[in-house]
């Protein structure tokens, strides 16, 4: 079943979380693709509540970096699991950028998070200028091997990569088909040499950056490509019921 993670960023408050999720869940028929909804912290018990039995997983868009204590304003692994959390964004550029976020960091947080056995979506991927300069692999792997360093192979089950290219992000812009395909290879080398054949080709990786209902059948059938996050798109219900029928 191909996987479809949205994202809503920092968008809909309670309320409108609430309304959006009876809107949407009458509509939406479970079993066609894998769907975890990242909804804001602040939604994340309406979410729970609407969501448990419907086929649909509640996701988290961020985690912080410690356990418990001393960390103003942070949410820790163990209050996300509480709140029905079953997978936790990390690593996406927007907090790479603005929030500083490092590969150390990134890597403390997936550890994090696997404790309180909370599948991962990674996020990955180049800016403009490194994609012009013919960087991209490169960032990737680096990338890949800061976040995964000292994870064993088994945990990788519990990690979806998102190839999400920056300049891709909110932009309207999206690679070509191909372009995503060898991101895909390329990122599924780097597990492999870091841990096994097997994994590489077991792992889940998706593509983000500007998906919509007009766009995906480009991408569906991209080589090895198990999925997708949305952004902008899934903050209507329509859009993203139409980008489910057309996965
Ligand atoms: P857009 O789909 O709005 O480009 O956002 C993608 C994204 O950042 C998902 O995490």
Not at 116 to 134: A, F, K, W
Not at 221 to 234: E, H, I, R, S, T
Request: aromatic share 8%; glycine share 8%; net charge positive.
């Amino acid at each position: 079943m191909k996987i479809l993670i949205a994202n809503f960023k920092m968008n809909m408050t309670p309320s409108q979380s609430k309304d959006y999720l009876i809107n949407f869940l009458s509509r939406y028929e479970s079993g066609k693709v894998d769907l975890t909804l990242c909804m804001p912290y602040t939604s994340l018990y309406i979410e729970k509540f609407l969501c448990v039995n419907r086929g649909v997983k509640v996701g988290a868009q961020n985690i912080a970096d410690e356990e418990d204590g001393h960390n103003t304003g942070e949410i820790s692994g163990k209050m996300l699991k509480d709140s029905g959390v079953e997978y936790v964004i990390v690593g996406h550029n927007e907090r790479r950028k603005k929030f500083k976020e490092d590969g150390k960091s990134i890597n403390k947080k997936i550890k994090i998070a696997l404790k309180n056995r909370l599948g991962v979506v990674l996020c990955v991927g180049e800016s403009l200028i490194e994609r012009n300069t013919l960087k991209t692999y490169e960032v990737l792997k680096e990338q890949l091997k800061s976040a995964l360093k000292g994870l064993y192979e088994n945990e990788l089950e519990k990690i979806i990569v998102a190839y999400e290219p920056i300049w891709a992000v909110g932009t309207g812009q999206t690679p070509q088909p191909k372009e995503i395909e060898d991101a895909v290879k390329e990122i599924r080398k780097v597990i492999s040499d870091d841990f096994s054949e097997i994994s590489s080709k077991n792992i889940c990786v998706v593509y983000g950056g500007s998906v919509d209902s007009k766009n995906i059948r480009q991408f569906k059938n991209c080589k090895d490509l198990d999925g997708f996050l949305v952004g902008q798109a899934c903050l209507e219900p329509s859009e993203l019921l139409k980008i489910i029928a057309y996965m």
